[in-house]
């Protein structure tokens, strides 16, 4: 089966302007995240869903931020009004349903975010 | 508040040689730990993970980690070095009532012939 697909894989734009990142999980999983990667820096924890629940949103570093899913299938992961300090590389991942113990996240390829 | 630490930020090593990637871990209690490696262009895979029962988990390519709990190590290693293992490698930790993975910075391991 087709494991998690990200688009587009690269995304240049301006300072000031709205981006939209997508995610597609791959199918039966329930949980899906997405981190974001800075040069020379691991992978920051930005936002996850699980199922019908609530997201939990407490990595998201602004207001600018915002992701939203469609019961259990694509997530898109907006930004916007773009800063230099956005630029990085945006993770998704997706796992079968997130409960006590461990389910192994997925991680699609990411989307390279060059802000000008 | 959960931490990964990856000491060394790159590595190299000749072909054949020991490969030793360190991490350590901060947590109230024993998370469950993974190694991800990520080659150029490309997403994340899992190597090697560890939740319970045996403290030395072997993984792909030839990769083995150890838990330490008194070290709060999980420290990657591999007895010979390939051209092939030149990549970046994360060491993560989840404790298993939180939804994200806490990862550490990255250690990009070079192999020279």
């Known amino acids: 089966g087709a494991g998690v697909s990200q688009s587009p894989s690269n995304k240049v734009t301006e300072k000031g302007k709205d981006v939209e990142l997508r995610c597609d999980p791959i199918?039966?999983?329930?949980?899906l995240y997405w981190y974001r990667q800075r040069l020379g820096q691991g992978l920051e924890f930005l936002i996850y869903?699980?199922?019908?629940?609530?997201?939990?949103k407490s990595g998201l570093p602004s207001d600018r931020f915002s992701a939203e899913r469609t019961g259990e299938s694509v997530s898109t992961l907006t930004i916007q009004r773009t800063q230099q300090e956005d630029s990085a590389v945006y993770l998704c991942?997706?796992?079968?349903?997130?409960?006590?113990?461990?389910?192994?996240?997925?991680f699609g390829p990411g989307t390279r975010l060059t802000v000008l | 508040a959960q931490s990964v630490t990856q000491l060394g930020s790159h590595v190299s090593v000749s072909e054949g040689a020991l490969v030793l990637l360190r991490c350590n871990y901060s947590s109230s209690v024993p998370p469950y730990l993974f190694w991800y490696v990520q080659y150029p262009n490309q997403g994340l895979q899992l190597l090697l993970k560890y939740t319970t029962g045996a403290t030395l988990v072997k993984g792909i390519n030839g990769f083995e980690a150890e838990f330490k709990k008194s070290e709060t190590s999980f420290h990657l290693t591999k007895p010979s070095a390939h051209m092939s293992d030149a990549a970046e490698y994360f060491c993560a930790a989840h404790t298993g009532t939180a939804s994200k993975l806490t990862f550490g910075t990255g250690t990009r391991l070079q192999v020279t012939l």
């Open positions: 199918s039966g999983h329930t949980a």
């Open positions: 869903f699980q199922g019908n629940s609530a997201p939990d």
């Open positions: 991942a997706s796992s079968l349903a997130a409960s006590r113990g461990y389910n192994e996240q997925f």
